[in-house]
């Protein structure tokens, strides 16, 4: 099965600065004759079902804001929110879909400083 | 907009069978166009998907749970559902369903979610 590590656990960012959530997997879930990258991303504010944020690595969803955006490739892929806003205070979770089990990382808490 | 719902009961006992159904509103759950899914997030762990079924029929599993789970959809019903049998208290969890897009290059993200339900495995 492919491991997903995410880091850090928490991080408290001020409003208006940029927030960096890392996301690894255990092997690579780049998929060479597509030349995609089968991971994804969420968003599970409290007392919310996750949402789609990103997928594709870096295609976002419909309606999510520009301010999101996710880069990376092979094992090593990170989220950024390029300036926080309050409303974006939530648990963010990555998700590779390479191969069976579609698992996911532990989540990284994001607050407001 | 496609809306999900969980129902089923909060409390099961140990060796138990937990029973779980997610009603779809909003879409055709016979469209042929999704996999209907159920993910778990059990108390200080990451998500964990647990398995999905298509409108015909077809299930693919978490071979983790796949010994003591069954999957069924009801399309009279534009619905579908989860049993989970012999459960213990590490089966506590909040259950989601979920939806995956049908795609050609294999795009098994989720792009529709319910609100979740909170089973609690207890005597």
């Known amino acids: 099965d492919i491991v997903m590590t995410q880091s850090p656990d928490s991080l408290a960012v001020s409003l208006g600065e940029r927030a960096t959530i890392s996301c690894k997997s255990s092997q690579s879930i780049f998929f060479t004759p597509n030349s995609k990258n089968y991971l994804a991303w969420y968003q599970q504010k409290p007392g919310q079902a996750p949402k789609l944020l990103i997928y594709w690595a870096s295609t976002r969803a419909s309606g999510v804001p520009d301010r999101f955006s996710g880069s990376g490739s092979g094992t090593d892929f990170t989220l950024t929110i390029s300036s926080l806003q309050a409303e974006d205070v939530a648990v963010y979770h990555c998700q590779q879909y390479f191969t069976s089990p579609y698992n996911f990382g532990p989540g990284t808490k994001v607050d407001i400083k | 907009q496609v809306q999900l719902q969980e129902s089923g009961p909060g409390l099961v006992k140990p060796s138990q069978t937990l029973s779980l159904t997610c009603s779809v509103s909003?879409?055709?759950?016979?469209?042929?166009?999704?996999?209907w899914n159920w993910i778990r997030h059990r108390p200080g762990r990451g998500l964990e998907w647990i398995g999905y079924i298509h409108y015909t029929g077809t299930t693919y599993q978490n071979r983790s749970l796949k010994s003591r789970l069954n999957l069924s959809v009801d399309t009279s019903q534009n619905s579908f559902s989860l049993r989970l049998s012999s459960v213990t208290a590490a089966d506590t969890a909040v259950y989601y369903c979920?939806?995956?897009?049908?795609?050609?290059?294999?795009?098994?993200?989720?792009?529709?979610w319910g609100q979740g339900t909170l089973v609690t495995v207890s005597s």
């Open positions: 909003g879409g055709s759950i016979s469209s042929g166009n999704y996999f």
């Open positions: 979920a939806r995956i897009p049908v795609g050609d290059s294999g795009e098994y993200f989720f792009d529709s």
